[in-house]
C-alpha cells in the first residue's frame, strides 16, 4: 500500500505540472523550434539548440512576458518537418517559430506557418526559393547565389584557381542551388568548370565520380554538400592521390566532418557565417563566453546562426510591442543594423540578411578563421 500511494502522489504531481503554471506565476510567451535532432543532419539540429538555449538565457523575456521554448524533433524528413510545425501551430500556439536547419526541410514546413500568419525564421536554410514568395519566412543567414558568388571570386582570386571541377549531392536542393551559383560566376570571372559529377545522400563509393574528374586535372575541386558526404568524397580523394584544394560551402562546417574525415580534409576551406576570431559584436563576445563555458567547446557557426534567429525575433517581438504575427512580421522586415552574434544583420528583401561572408578552413584539426568578405 504504501508503494501504491507513492506512486498515486508521484503521478498527481505530474499532472499539477502539466495542468498549468500555478497562480501569480509570469506569464509566459511561446516561440517553437523544428530542428533535426536525429537523423542524417542531426549535428545541425544538435548545434542550433545548443545556440538557441543560449541565446534564451541572455535574454530570457520579451515585453515582461517569460520566453517559452518548445522543440520538435524533424528526424532530418521532409515530411516531419512539415508535422513538426502543424503540431507548434495547433498544439502549442506558438507566436513565432524558429528552423528548419535544411533547405529543403525548411521548405516543407513553411507553408505551415505562412498560412497560420506565424513567422518563422530559419537558423540556417540558404536556398532562395526558402523565402521566396512568401511574407513570414525569414532567415539569420545569407542565402545561396551570394555564397556561390564568393565562393567563386575566392577560388580565382585568392586560390588562384582557373579551373574546377564540381561535384554535387542532387538529392539536396541546397547542394544542386549552390553548385549552379558557382559554376555560372566562376565562369563570368574568367574559369572554366570542366567536370561536374553527381553523388547521393548516403552514398559511400564515390571513386566513378572521382577518377571522372581526375582525368580533367582541375586546379580546384568545389563540392558544395553536406559533412558526411564532404569527408568521405574527401578521403577516398586522399586514396586517389588526388592533392588538389578542396572548397565547399557552410553546410560542410560540423565538427563531425573532421571527425570523419579526419587527416582527409586538412586544408578545406568553406564559406561560412561565422568565426570566433570574427566576432565584433558584444552580443557575439558574451554569447561566445557562455557557450564555450556551458558546452566546454569553441562557439560554432550553426549555434551562432541559432542564436540569431532567436535574437531577431526577440528584437521584432519588442519593437512590434505585441506577439501578434502580422505586427512581428513587419517588424522583422524592418530590420536594420542589428548586432547579432553572427555579425550585423539588416534585413532584404524577400526575408533575407544583408550580411557578410566568413572564410574558414580546416587547420591541425580545427576551423580557423581565414578571412571576412563583406557583401
Known sequence: ????????????????????????AQETTSIGAYLPMTGGVAAYGDMEWSGIQIANSMEPEALGKKIRLSLVDTKSDRIESANAVTLLVEKEKVSAIIGEAISGNTMSGNPISEKAGIPSVSPTATNPLVTQGKKFAFRACFIDPFQGEVAAKFARN????????????????????????????????????VSTTYIQTGDQDYSAQLSAMQATKPDLIYAPNYYTEDAL??????????????????????DQLIQIGGK??????????????????????????RFEEKYKRDA??????????????????KRAGSTEGAKIRDALASTRDFHGVSGTITMGQDGNPIKSVVINKVQDGKFVFVTTINP
Not at 586522399?238 to 572548397?247: E, F, N, S
Not at 576551406?269 to 568565426?275: A, L, P, S, V
Not at 551562432?304 to 521584432?316: I, N, T, V
Open 158 to 193: 585568392n586560390l588562384k584557381a582557373l579551373t574546377a571541377a564540381v561535384i554535387i549531392d542532387q538529392a539536396q536542393d541546397y547542394s544542386v542551388g549552390l553548385g549552379s551559383y558557382f559554376t555560372k560566376a566562376f565562369s563570368a570571372l574568367g574559369g572554366k568548370v
Open 233 to 254: 568524397m574527401a578521403k577516398q580523394a586522399a586514396d586517389l592521390g588526388i592533392k588538389v584544394p578542396i572548397l565547399t560551402g557552410d553546410g560542410a562546417q560540423a
Open 300 to 317: 560554432d557557426a550553426f549555434s551562432a546562426l541559432g542564436a540569431d534567429a532567436y535574437f531577431l525575433l526577440l528584437d521584432a517581438i
Open 264 to 289: 582527409a580534409v586538412e586544408g578545406m576551406y568553406f564559406t561560412g557565417h561565422f568565426h570566433k576570431e570574427a566576432a565584433s559584436t558584444d552580443r557575439a563576445k558574451e554569447f561566445i563566453k
Open 1 to 24: 500500500m504504501k508503494g501504491s500511494r507513492t506512486v498515486c502522489m508521484v503521478a498527481l504531481l505530474v499532472i499539477s505540472l502539466l495542468s498549468g503554471a500555478p497562480a501569480g
